[in-house]
């Protein structure tokens, strides 16, 4: 084989592997895009929820007196508004192919999950602490109940005694220390009326609200669940999609120099 015959075959071969490496690149870049425009409308429709609940429902508020700004419209705009970030950085990074962008979609997301499985760790092996903070803050948030500026709360707490027919959070007597008599809430009441928290004991409900509303959640653990279970999933095809794109945008630039 002469010289000029076996440059012709490298050239040839080097043609094709760059031929190769683009196809792939073209394939996994499309499948990136499509999954992180589905990421980006996501959060989209979760920032829009959040905006619609702080619109139409402003005056519901957290129970806690230390988070007051943790509501759970306040939650969802910042978290929809984070995944549109990230979708956005993804969607830009997969269409112009560049390693930077992608590198920060990778890195952005790993941080999200990696925090998200830090507190789940941290809730689980303080489980006993978090709940005693937990039923000190409320009971502290029950004595903003009523006052001015704290309709939020108000609502709140209305809401959840009639909706799971309990009173105070681990007796109805927490009231007690609220009013400074023997007084409930009329939300506390079996039947509700003008003025009913006024009366005895045995026309209100019983139930404490805070194991009320934690046993509800262990009986819809398996749905919570689920969620988690999926979210983790599309982290993880996320990372993977990143990863693998990067590495072939990479193979494409050393093949194609």
């Not at 689920?226 to 494409?252: R, S």
Request: net charge positive; with cysteine.
């Amino acid at each position: 084989m002469t010289p000029r015959s076996a440059g012709t075959s490298a050239h040839g071969a080097k043609l094709k592997r760059c031929g190769m490496a683009r196809a792939c690149l073209q394939a996994v870049k499309y499948l990136m895009f499509a999954f992180n425009l589905l990421f980006w409308l996501g959060g989209c429709g979760v920032l829009g929820v959040g905006i619609w609940l702080a619109a139409t429902q402003g005056s519901f508020a957290t129970l806690s007196s230390s988070f007051p700004s943790l509501s759970a419209a306040n939650l969802l705009i910042i978290t929809g508004a984070f995944v549109m970030a990230i979708g956005f950085v993804g969607c830009l990074g997969a269409i112009k192919e560049n390693k930077c962008l992608l590198l920060a979609f990778f890195l952005l997301l790993l941080l999200v999950f990696l925090l998200e499985a830090t507190i789940a760790i941290l809730f689980f092996a303080y489980t006993d602490k978090i709940d005693r903070y937990a039923q000190q803050d409320l009971k502290k948030g029950l004595h903003l109940y009523g006052t001015q500026g704290n309709v939020g709360l108000t609502n709140a707490w209305s809401i959840i005694q009639t909706d799971f027919r309990c009173c105070g959070v681990s007796n109805y007597t927490d009231w007690f220390e609220v009013y400074n008599a023997t007084r409930v809430p009329d939300s506390c009441c079996l039947e509700f009326s003008e003025s009913c928290g006024l009366h005895a004991p045995g026309t209100w409900w019983k139930a404490p609200c805070y194991e009320t509303v934690k046993m509800w959640l262990q009986e819809n653990l398996l749905a919570v669940g689920v969620f988690g279970l999926c979210t983790a999933l599309v982290q993880i095809l996320g990372l993977t999609f990143a990863m693998t794109m990067y590495c072939q945008v990479v193979k494409a630039d050393t093949y194609c120099a």
